[in-house]
């Protein structure tokens, strides 16, 4: 029996004469996503895409979980194809949902017929599909208000497709049509959700990583990698920059205010992040800083973090709790990996009492003293670059 996948638009409906180049973005992001299965043929039509594999030995049920992860599809089904006639309907509804028909007790039909050439309207195939199942399954009953099981049969231009409950596809809109940003990313639980969530939103990434050896070890920069490579299942491929940055923080060690350790730092890691984007195209910075959740995430804190970039910052968590950002990094796979106690940067010289009302003038006056430039420029031209793919997982 052949089977396809049908894939429904979700925010691209919206887009009026932009949609034709959102879809082509998520066609070329779903073969992206597919290429290592096999081939596919990859079309769309009446908000619908429908990907059709290209050989027998595919695994659809691998297809169906990459599928899942690509933003811009609101939902999915694995469908069976067969003729457009009422009989061939008739012969493979059974036959394709025998399993589902099986596990449940009650159940209705539901048709759509976008080929208003086929003979019968979409209450008589509902009528000749539901006679047909209870004469096949005799300890069924049909409920239309709260069914255990609702079948799908959609008649369409290429032919009759059936199946049962749709599943929710990510969301979000295609990465690749919201433009180019850079994530500061770290170890932790939030900056990967933050990654996630700026991706949802059509977002294509770029990394930015800062290490301190021998204060942080090459563990926790493998513990990053191995982070995006989980992000990346949903956001593509991107590349990752490792900043060395012992030397900044050794001379914010000994030459400024141990209150201010950690604006400071803060703020060196955007004016650095900010040459690296600009580098690479990137019209934002994306962070996974949420308001008050430390001392270098209160509102004066961000306020003179965000005064060291001229550039636009993105932080897809400000307003969410703990519980919220942990419960989307156990729905994408970071949450183990980022409890893994492999320290980053962000917790070398924490200071014991970190201001939490820095004063901007006086911030700029304390990072003004040193000479970080020297280091900075040096910074940025040694970086370590590194190419991220979920298939390296």
């Not at 457009?84 to 949902?97: D, F, G, N, R």
């Not at 047909?132 to 069924?140: G, N, R, T, V």
């Not at 949802?200 to 990394?207: N, V």
């Not at 593509?236 to 205010?257: D, L, N």
């Amino acid at each position: 029996m052949k089977e396809i996948l049908l894939l429904k638009d979700g925010e691209i409906v919206l887009k009026g004469l932009n949609r034709r180049s959102f879809e082509d973005v998520l066609k070329k992001n779903l073969k992206y996503a597919l290429r290592s299965l096999g081939s596919f043929e990859i079309t769309s039509a009446q908000s619908t895409i429908y990907v059709k594999p290209l050989s027998e030995s595919i695994d659809l049920d691998e297809a169906c979980d990459r599928v899942s992860r690509v933003f811009g599809i609101a939902s999915f089904s694995r469908a069976a194809v067969c003729e457009k006639t009422i009989e061939s309907v008739l012969e493979t509804v059974p036959v394709y949902l025998e399993k589902e028909l099986n596990a449940v007790k009650t159940f209705k039909v539901e048709a759509k017929r976008s080929d208003k050439r086929f003979p019968l309207k979409s209450p008589e195939i509902c009528r000749e599909t539901g006679g047909e199942i209870l004469s096949k399954f005799p300890h069924l009953k049909v409920d239309v208000h709260n069914p255990e099981l609702t079948v799908n049969v959609e008649i369409r231009d290429f032919g009759a497709y059936i199946h049962g409950e749709p599943h929710k596809g990510a969301g979000g809109i295609p990465v690749g049509t919201g433009g180019k940003a850079a994530i500061l990313i770290s170890g932790g639980i939030d900056s990967p959700v933050a990654a996630y969530m700026m991706a949802k939103r059509g977002i294509q990434l770029t990394a930015i990583h800062f290490a301190s050896p021998p204060y942080t070890s090459r563990r926790a920069e493998d513990k990053v990698v191995r982070l995006l490579r989980k992000v990346s299942k949903y956001a593509g491929s991107m590349t990752m920059y490792t900043v060395p940055f012992t030397k900044i923080q050794e001379k914010i060690k000994e030459e400024c205010p141990e209150e201010l350790f950690t604006i400071i730092m803060r703020r060196l890691m955007m004016q650095i992040s900010s040459k690296i984007a600009e580098r690479n195209d990137c019209l934002a910075l994306v962070t996974g800083e949420s308001l008050g959740q430390v001392a270098s995430q209160t509102i004066g804190a961000l306020a003179c973090t965000d005064d060291a970039s001229d550039m636009l910052v993105f932080r897809p968590l400000i307003g969410m709790d703990k519980q919220e950002i942990i419960d989307i990094s156990y729905r994408i796979d970071t949450y183990n990996i980022s409890i893994e106690p492999y320290e980053d940067c962000c917790t070398v010289f924490t200071p014991k009492h970190p201001r939490t009302r820095p004063v901007l003038k006086y911030v700029k006056e304390a990072q003004e003293k040193p000479n970080f430039e020297p280091l900075v420029e040096e910074a940025v031209n040694n970086l370590k670059v590194t190419h991220i793919s979920a298939e390296d997982e």
